[in-house]
Structure formats: structure tokens, C-alpha cells
């Protein structure tokens, strides 16, 4: 299988159709014909590539999606899912039974956290959450039941940047499984190429980029993904979270120009954090020269992509993020809305559902305030005239 080589576009390994379509067949079908019930016995024992029985397990155009998101990871081997959370439910439950431990992350999405929280206690799996800069902290927390350290290549609302190689070292060391959840940065940091276990995406956001859909994916081993697909005991065959194919066969084609939205993205938002910091700002971009994580990110990540197109910035109280979000809207600078990787721009305040592990004191010094407006910078071809807008409205309110 060819590498994945971030410097060429992905167009290079996308593989058309069955009758030589350049976009490969809706497939549109539940269930698949055999020629003969021993053909069927035998797939029911052991999978066989390219044999199609049933569309919750596989089905062709859920594959060429799976197969091009697996190279974009540079995985061997991938599955797509009806959301990014059943990716993520899906894997955990594949991977841990009662009494097993995960340490994760503690500035993860609020879905995560609350799944973590709320709902894996149910089953007796026990999460800690950890500051995931904190080394030592990660390393205290092993324990012999610890089967998964769980993290974002980029964390929420922050955006700081994880230390992949750092923590897999952690995780290999014991029989731990290290997942990465990497829906902020996508061709940016490839964190199976540093050391993670599983890469998993919410392609929902920039992977599909047009906020019409809600899909994701696994990106992992070939025997990973296999015992998800198993079909007497695999999470994705027995949860079915399965993807609708004629959305795969549209996120398909919307993955194509994924590596020139992320470098527009990137510039969009590296233009803005700049201006923000020069006007006095408390900016949060790790693509600032001044940014704590600015030397890890520019370690780790794939050049030529930017730092990305998620960036925040603190109004310092509430009322002001409030007003400045309202003002923004009016003028046109996007739209006052959760998610991320839509081609306009989208701001929202974060709140305080990622963050309540956190102490106060130090969610403080963190910088997590209620002031806090997390943005995804939009494609405009002119980002000047966002900044123009979003400039006015910060001095109407007084902010600058
Ligand atoms: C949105 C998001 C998810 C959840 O994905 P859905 O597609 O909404 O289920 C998980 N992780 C991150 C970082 C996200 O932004």
C-alpha cells in the first residue's frame, strides 16, 4: 500500500468506480447475494476482503470512504460510523469490559466527557481524568486495569497541543491502547504516525466541511478493525452505528478538497490570531509565535498545512462574549453556532460542560474564562473584511 505523503493530495489514492465512474456507485443495497451457502458459511467464520454480506457490516461504497480515510491517517485499515460518538462509544466498549480503567483527558468534547462521566459507570469502566501536559500525573494513573489513555490531538477550548509521542511511550509501556480523537486537525498532526493506537475523526466537521451531515470514523489496525466488524462480538456490527452509504459516497467526494480547505482555513485563522494578539487580545492559537505549544506543534505537525482553522479569544466576562457574539452575527462575520469546519465562520462560548473537572483556581490559570469565544475560521477569500467587521464590533463594545 502506498504511504500516505502529506506534501502530495489525497486525490492520489482515491480509486474509482466499478465501471470506471470517477466517483465510485451509491451502493444501495442492505443485503448481497451469494452464489452458494458455503460461500455465505465461510464469511460467517472468517471475513473475506471484498465479500459483502450485509450493509450494517460492510458495504462497497462505506469501504472506498473507509479505505481513503485509513490513508489519510496512514492506518492500515478503517471504518466509518454514523457519528463521530459512535465511533467513540463504539471503540471504547470494543476494547473495555468491567473493571477496566481509562485515564483521559480532561478538556475533551462535552459528548466525550459526558459519556465518560455519565454513562460508562453504568458498565463498571472507571475514567480518570487527567491534565494530559502533566506527564507524571498521566504515568501515576496506570494502573494494571488501565487499558486506554484517551486524548485529543488538540484540546477544548484552548486548543492546546497534546504530546503524542510523549504519551504513547506511557501507553506501550503497559498493554494500554492509545486513542487519539483528532477531529481539530485533521492532515495537520497524524497521530498514528506518533505512536497512537486508534485515530478517531467526527467527520462532521472539517473532514466533510459543509455542516450537512453527522458521520465519523476508526482509524486503526487491521486486526482492530476487524474485531469491531466481527460478527458474533464486534461493537460496530452489534451497536450499528453504520453510515447512511449515500452520505459516505457524499462525504467521499467532499474529502477531495479537504487539503486546500485546511490550508485556507489555517491562513484565515493565523491572519486573525495575529491581528487579535497585536490589538491586546488574549488570543488562543497555537500558531502563534507566542503560544505555549508553538515549538510542539511546529515538532509534530505535517508542513505545509497551517495550524489550523480553530482559534479563541477571551472578552473577558460573559456579557461581552454575549454581546460581541450577537454584533458579529448581525454584521455578517458568521454565525453564532456549535461545530466546526463549516465553510463560513462559526463562534460559540464554550461554557463550562468540558471543564467542570477542573478546579476554579485553576481554570483561572488556564486561562479557561467565561469571556471565552471559541471560533472556526471560515473559507473567505478575503479575510480582511471579517476583521473589519469583528474589529468595529469590539470597539462598540468597548472590548479594545
Ligand atoms: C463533534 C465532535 C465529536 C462528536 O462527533 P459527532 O459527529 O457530533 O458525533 C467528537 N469529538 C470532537 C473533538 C468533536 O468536535
Not at 463504539?90 to 480532561?106: A, H, K, P, Q
Request: proline content about 3%; hydrophobic content about 40%.
Amino acid at each position: 500500500m502506498k504511504k500516505f505523503d502529506p506534501s502530495t493530495s489525497i486525490h492520489d489514492y482515491l480509486v474509482f468506480g466499478e465501471f470506471g465512474d470517477v466517483n465510485p456507485s451509491v451502493t444501495d443495497s442492505s443485503t448481497f447475494t451469494f452464489i452458494s451457502p458455503e460461500r455465505m458459511d465461510e464469511l460467517f467464520d472468517h471475513e473475506i476482503e471484498g465479500c459483502f454480506l450485509y450493509s450494517r457490516h460492510w458495504n462497497p461504497i462505506n469501504k472506498y470512504l473507509s479505505n481513503a480515510l485509513a490513508r489519510l491517517e496512514d492506518t492500515e485499515s478503517a471504518q466509518v460510523t454514523a457519528s463521530g460518538m459512535g465511533a467513540i462509544s463504539s471503540t471504547i466498549l470494543n476494547i473495555c469490559s468491567s473493571g477496566d480503567e481509562i485515564i483521559s483527558e480532561r478538556t475533551i468534547y462535552g459528548g466525550t466527557y459526558a459519556f465518560f462521566k455519565n454513562f460508562l459507570p453504568k458498565f463498571g469502566i472507571k475514567v480518570k481524568f487527567v491534565d494530559i501536559k502533566n506527564l507524571e500525573q498521566i504515568e501515576n494513573a496506570v494502573t494494571s486495569r488501565t487499558r486506554v489513555i484517551y486524548t485529543e490531538s488538540v484540546s477544548n477550548p484552548l486548543l492546546q497541543i497534546t504530546d503524542i509521542p510523549s504519551i504513547s511511550k506511557i501507553a506501550k509501556s503497559g498493554n494500554i491502547k492509545l486513542i487519539v480523537d483528532n477531529t481539530f486537525s485533521p492532515m495537520i498532526i497524524s497521530p498514528a504516525r506518533l505512536g497512537a493506537d486508534i485515530v478517531i475523526h467526527s467527520l462532521t466537521k472539517f473532514i466533510n466541511g459543509t455542516s450537512d451531515c453527522v458521520a465519523g470514523c476508526i482509524c486503526s489496525s487491521h486486526d482492530f478493525i476487524c474485531s469491531l466488524t466481527d460478527i458474533n462480538s464486534g461493537a460496530t456490527m452489534l451497536l450499528g452505528p453504520v453510515l447512511d452509504s449515500y452520505r459516505a459516497a457524499s462525504i467521499l467526494k467532499n474529502l477531495h478538497s479537504l487539503h486546500i480547505r485546511i490550508k485556507k482555513h489555517s491562513e484565515n485563522a493565523l491572519f486573525l490570531a495575529e491581528e487579535f494578539e497585536k490589538m491586546g487580545l488574549k488570543v488562543f492559537y497555537p500558531g502563534l509565535k507566542s503560544a505555549r505549544d508553538h515549538a510542539l506543534i511546529n515538532q509534530i505537525m505535517n508542513a505545509g498545512f497551517g495550524y489550523g482553522g480553530m482559534l479563541a479569544i477571551d472578552a473577558g466576562t460573559y456579557a461581552n462574549a454575549s454581546k460581541l457574539m450577537t454584533r458579529m452575527q448581525e454584521e455578517k462575520v458568521g454565525y453564532l453556532a456549535v461545530s466546526l469546519g463549516y465553510f463560513k465562520t462559526l463562534f460559540s462560548s464554550p461554557g463550562h460542560s468540558t471543564s467542570s473537572e477542573i478546579p476554579e483556581e485553576e481554570q483561572k490559570r488556564m486561562g479557561l474564562s467565561e469571556g471565552l469565544i471559541r471560533f472556526s475560521i471560515g473559507l473567505d477569500n478575503d479575510i480582511t473584511i471579517a476583521f473589519d467587521r469583528i474589529k468595529k464590533c469590539l470597539k462598540e463594545i468597548k472590548i479594545i
